[in-house]
């Protein structure tokens, strides 16, 4: 009884409240305005400077920065600050052509000279220096930039469409303040009032842009909000527009109100069988016992029952969604007979024990990992390690084998290139017919770069250095006011968002 | 008078040194790779050298503490690794949306509380029987489950309050008090129960003695007796436990923060412990070790100032 008093005066007290504080539906807009778009991201946009946004929200940051190139919904390229664009014959000079008469929120004008001076900070700022280790100068040269490489390198270029081609205006580029409030060409403007740096970013229409016309909100609001829980109820409150679901979340949002869907591909979830000459689990060496690892994992079965609706079969590296993923090659990829008969003739017979690291990025695999490999005589160990310490020891070169997810960036060649480096590759190795392939890939004609790619994707199913198992996507909910439509690859602005039809 | 406030103040200011160094030097020894860790798992080598020599990271450990402490000093805390928001911008932004949440919560606990003490002391019988009950109920009850419970009501199902976020109390104290009331209602009557208790077993006592009688005996009312005399003695354990109280809902602000999503000082305290974020995690200490030394100054003045003889200790 008292229970039921106590509630009481909750719920008499939470509608005086609500009540004296003239809100509905939690102090916020009743009903969306068509102008403005509410959303949520989990993770914080870590900088706003040139050359120095590293992983978080890239919302804010390409839309409040033009990129050199755009890309679309499909992963296509498309002109922005470059026009056109063209590569010398032997694919080492790379010449843009700026589009005219662009200003940045400074008033300042955005032109080759400044262009030039971004991609130049970029090359030493610390989140895109790697990117742009095969150019060798900028040069401003009238209303063109020329980029001089060292070798041709097919990941330049969409490379140049993301955060690696921001473009900022000169005077920013080392200002302290840019860190937080950039100064950029973007559709959007950040409203530095309304913001509060870590919690939520407002950004205001940028009515001077060149493509403004194409950017159908005024005001953007993104929250970071890292449960999921409180993201959905923040969308079915009201308070936001859009946001990803879990799965099991999904039927709670009524079709009368919202729209669910699934978002392209966003991670490989895969092993990394990085230690490839054996020093710290000598089995490894051997291909054929790669190739058994790789052949252990029934991944339609992995996709129907593990966490429904977020995992998809996928045996090669590459994002489903590219042109280079091959449905075809699926067939075979399940064959633990094979693979015990590799084990057999590499002489590990009675199979073998490794270890593997656990954290909060591997719990959700880890039973199916080690399933599946027990399954072919291999023992998994795990070994817990503390999630901010995961990537310090795998490059410590402790571990043999792991898995990880590596989040695809909607452009093969850059992801052949990324999920080879860092800590997907401790131990240093590469070797010289990879090394063959991707200088191939680089110098291939936009023609026959779909057939490089195809080999590349070729020797990996046979070296068998990273074993894929899951291609990662999630769930989204969005307001019925609102259309929202997936996009290959890392984020694209605010392009995705359009007011809902009719 | 003045010898003594030097000491006590001298021996907090080496306080500050000791507790900031050891908080330093816990953190270096942690070894978190917090630049590998901004940049992402595929970034080059050459990448995470970079931003650790643009952090300072690759300094000495001592040159490093030094450069803080001196920037520290000068009023500076430093940006944070992964918002490079100021350390202490972040910190001014956050506290008073955890204080908010925990006043309200305080004030909100210490009336219902007091409203049921009184209530299950003065009329007994099944209503003291039920409220053991509801004692026990809301001490196994989770906060995440209230927490959720209560969104869904007021947020979801009527739409009356928000589910997430903060509106500060000088942009609207209408919206402020939406904002803050549903975190505040479930850290509330998650401690209800405590204080409740409390507040009906030190009344009980009360009531049973003979000032009370003899007060009855003189023609009193029953609620003069009970709000004028009664709880008013009772009400120094209560306090007591009231304090403690505090300081647990302080602490659960965290999950609090986490369910309404709000930007506050627990998150900002839980997130910089767990990335390594070194300049947020030196800020939350310093603030910590400020507070605390302030406080016990400011008690130490009090002692003095009324005990001559603790100005010589």
């Known amino acids: 009884m008292h229970h039921v008093r106590t509630f009481g005066t909750a719920a008499i007290l939470v509608v005086a409240v609500a009540t004296a504080s003239g809100c509905s ?478 | 008078m003045v010898v003594f406030l030097a000491k006590r103040a001298g021996a907090g200011i080496v306080l500050v040194f000791v507790v900031t160094f050891l908080a330093f030097l816990l953190t270096y020894g942690a070894d978190i790779p917090v630049a590998r860790n901004i940049l992402g798992p595929s970034a080059a080598e050459s990448d995470v050298a970079l931003l650790e020599a643009r952090l300072g990271l690759d300094q000495p450990v001592l040159v490093q503490y030094w450069s803080w402490l001196t920037s520290a000093f000068g009023g500076d805390l430093g940006r944070s690794y992964f918002t490079s928001e100021p350390v202490s911008a972040a910190m001014a932004s956050r506290l008073p949306v955890t204080m908010s949440v925990v006043v309200v919560g305080c004030a909100l606990m210490l009336v219902i509380s007091c409203v049921l003490g009184v209530w299950s002391a003065v009329r007994g019988g099944w209503l003291d029987t039920v409220l053991q009950w509801v004692t026990t109920l809301t001490y196994v009850l989770p906060t995440i489950v209230l927490g959720i419970v209560m969104v869904f009501v007021f947020a979801i199902w009527l739409r009356v309050l928000p589910a997430i976020g903060y509106t500060s109390l000088t942009e609207s104290p209408g919206l402020w008090l939406a904002s803050v009331i549903l975190p505040a209602l479930v850290l509330a009557i998650h401690g209800v129960a405590g204080l409740a208790a409390q507040v009906r077993g030190s009344l009980v006592d009360e009531l049973g003695k003979e000032y009370v009688r003899t007060l009855r005996s003189r023609g009193l009312s029953e609620p003069s007796i009970v709000l004028k005399h009664a709880l008013r003695n009772a009400a120094s354990p209560a306090l007591t436990v009231f304090s403690i109280q505090f300081i647990t809902l302080f602490g659960s602000s965290l999950f609090i923060e986490k369910i309404f999503a709000l930007p506050g000082y627990g998150t900002y305290t839980y997130n910089s412990v767990v990335q390594g974020d070194l300049p947020a995690m030196m800020g939350v200490t310093l603030f910590s070790v400020l507070l605390v030394v302030v406080i016990n100054l400011l008690v130490d003045i009090a002692n003095g100032w009324v005990n001559p003889k603790a100005r010589v200790a």
């Open chain 1, 25 to 502: 539906g939690g102090g916020n807009t009743p009903a969306t305005a068509p102008d403005r778009l509410r959303i949520s991201v989990t993770t914080t946009p870590n900088s706003f400077q040139v050359g120095a946004w590293s992983g978080g929200d890239a919302v804010t940051y390409l839309s409040m920065y033009d990129t050199i190139f755009l890309r679309n919904a499909n992963g296509e390229l498309e002109p922005s600050i470059a026009e056109e664009w063209s590569y010398s014959e032997d694919n080492t000079q790379l010449t843009l052509d700026i589009r005219p008469d662009m200003e940045f929120s400074d008033g300042s004008p955005v032109d080759a000279a400044a262009v030039a001076a971004s991609l130049e900070f970029a090359r030493s700022g610390p989140a895109t220096a790697s990117n742009l280790d095969n150019v060798t100068s900028v040069e401003a040269d009238g209303e063109q930039v020329v980029i001089d490489l060292s070798q041709p390198d097919a990941s330049l270029v969409p490379a140049l469409a993301g955060v690696v081609g921001v473009v900022g205006a000169p005077d920013s580029l080392e200002s302290e303040d840019a860190v937080l409030n950039p100064v950029g060409s973007g559709a959007y403007v950040l409203d530095t009032a309304a913001t509060t740096a870590g919690s939520v970013y407002v950004m205001q229409k940028n009515e001077d842009h060149w493509n403004a016309d194409s950017y159908p909100f005024d005001t953007v609001e993104v929250r970071i909000i890292p449960d999921p829980a409180a993201v959905q109820n923040a969308i079915l409150s009201g308070q936001l527009d859009f946001g990803a679901i879990t799965a099991d979340a999904e039927t709670q949002f009524s079709p009368s109100q919202f729209s669910t869907g699934t978002f392209a591909p966003v991670a490989l979830g895969a092993l990394w069988i990085a230690d490839r000459e054996g020093t710290v689990v000598p089995q490894l060496a051997d291909e054929r016992v790669r190739q058994a690892i790789a052949l252990a994992f029934d991944r339609e079965q992995i996709a129907t029952n593990l966490d429904p609706g977020r995992n998809n079969a996928t045996n090669q590296i590459f994002n489903p969604d590219g042109d280079t993923w091959d449905e075809g090659l699926l067939d075979g990829s399940y064959d633990p007979d094979r693979a015990r008969e590799l084990l057999e003739e590499a002489g590990y017979g009675d199979g073998f024990a490794l270890t593997m690291p656990s954290s909060v990025i591997t719990t959700a695999y880890e039973s199916v990992i080690t399933s599946s490999l027990a399954d072919i005589a291999i023992t998994v160990n795990w070994e817990t390690v503390p999630v901010q310490n995961y990537y310090a020891q795998i490059l410590a070169k402790n571990y043999g084998m792991f898995f990880g997810q590596y989040g695809f960036t909607g452009f093969d060649p850059q992801d052949v290139k990324r999920m080879t480096s860092g800590i997907f590759n401790p131990f240093q190795l590469s070797e010289p017919q990879f090394q063959q392939l991707t200088t191939a890939v680089g110098a291939a004609s936009p023609d026959d770069q779909s057939d490089a790619l195809g080999d590349v994707n070729q020797f990996f199913l046979q070296q068998n250095w990273i074993a894929p198992i899951t291609a990662v996507t999630g769930k989204y909910a969005v307001s019925n006011d609102f259309k929202y439509t997936p996009q290959t690859g890392t984020a694209n602005g605010v392009r995705p968002f359009a007011p809902a039809e009719g």
